[in-house]
């Protein structure tokens, strides 16, 4: 549907109306998981800790149909971050072990933008769509209260290689507000705020040995930012 929605736009695009241009943005993440269950007598859950600082850079793209109108695209490198405490508890003894989370991701929108007509020198802009998400790199620091049956080993470790514990495919909600104020000719500052609303599991499930037996936890979290976006287009 998007390819299709694509094509037909780009059939309307009048030269003049392409912008091509640099971003980069300070993010603010966190993970929301919705995991919580008992098998074999323990129960494992996993709980949000907090949000992380991230960043996220990358080229940008606005296919402009009308004057107000266009499709913006591009390919960013996104750094998703956040924290989450796992919980096994068994026979009232609780295990606790948290991972902060710095994951690596090439993200690819398709957004709609709508903008105002310029008033003075600036622009006001709305924008709304999906982006694709492929992970490349995952990394966390890692503190457990004593040695967990699943990871690793009491104490804590730094730069842990967590990619086999991530789906390597995520899909998000996109949104976002801003201002593009015009300098010289087409070359144009932009300055705006958006919200990354991820509705893919990135977590995957894992295997547990407990009393001779394997059981499958069904781990279940998805991760959201906040971007403050500085770019310039030509």
Known sequence: ???VFLMMIIQKIDAQEFHFGFQAAPTLGWFKPDYNESIGGANFSIKSSGSKIGFMYGLIMDFGF???YAV???????YRTGSLDYTTTLNTN???YTRKYSLEYVEIPVLLKLKTNEIGYIKYYGQVGLSLGVNIRGRAEVDSTVSHPLYYTQGSQSNVNVMSDINPITMSMVIGAGIEYSLQGHTQLMLG???NNGFMDILKDKNM???SNTYALKYSSITNYLALNVGIFF
């Open 1 to 3: 549907m998007i390819l």
């Open 66 to 68: 009308t004057p107000n």
């Open 72 to 78: 913006s695209t591009g390919a960013n490198i996104a």
């Open 94 to 96: 609780s295990i606790l």
């Open 193 to 195: 705020l958006t919200f």
């Open 209 to 211: 040995e407990l009393n």
